[in-house]
Nanobody, 124 residues
Framework: QVQLVESGGGLVQAGGSLRLSCAAS????????MGWFRQAPGKERNFVAA????????SYADSVKGRFTISRDNAKNTLYLQMSSLKPEDTAVYYC?????????????????WGPGTQVTVSS
């Protein structure tokens, strides 16, 4: 089972940028499809982006397309989420997640491993 730890969250003004990282350990990182989810207070945990094992394919929620970029470095066992043009509605705890298999998915329950999350707050 892979262990995941996010970092890079913080407070940023609307229109600003942040890069989140997720360090993986305990398993072969390149054998997992990786994803980012987020959860705002009082709301469900929602899909943000996912990336294939090789990094060759990606998928995004409509709300972040064109503003966020997911990437991975399999040599460093690290997943990234570059966030630009941030909006107050992007405020949430961001979680990285891992799933076995080959198919990209946006379904939260398909992901079996989760990090503890990192807080992102966007001020207006």
């Amino acid at each position: 089972q892979v262990q995941l730890v996010e970092s890079g969250g913080g407070l940023v003004q609307a229109g600003g940028s942040l890069r989140l990282s997720c360090a993986a350990s305990g398993a072969t990182f390149s054998t997992y499809i990786m994803g980012w989810f987020r959860q705002a207070p009082g709301k469900e945990r929602n899909f943000v982006a996912a990336i294939a094992r090789s990094g060759g394919s990606t998928s995004y929620a409509d709300s972040v397309k064109g503003r966020f970029t997911i990437s991975r470095d399999n040599a460093k066992n690290t997943l990234y989420l570059q966030m630009s043009s941030l909006k107050p509605e992007d405020t949430a705890v961001y979680y990285c997640a891992a799933k076995r298999g080959w198919q990209l998915t946006a379904t939260r329950t398909d992901f079996g491993s989760w990090g503890p999350g990192t807080q992102v707050t966007v001020s207006s």
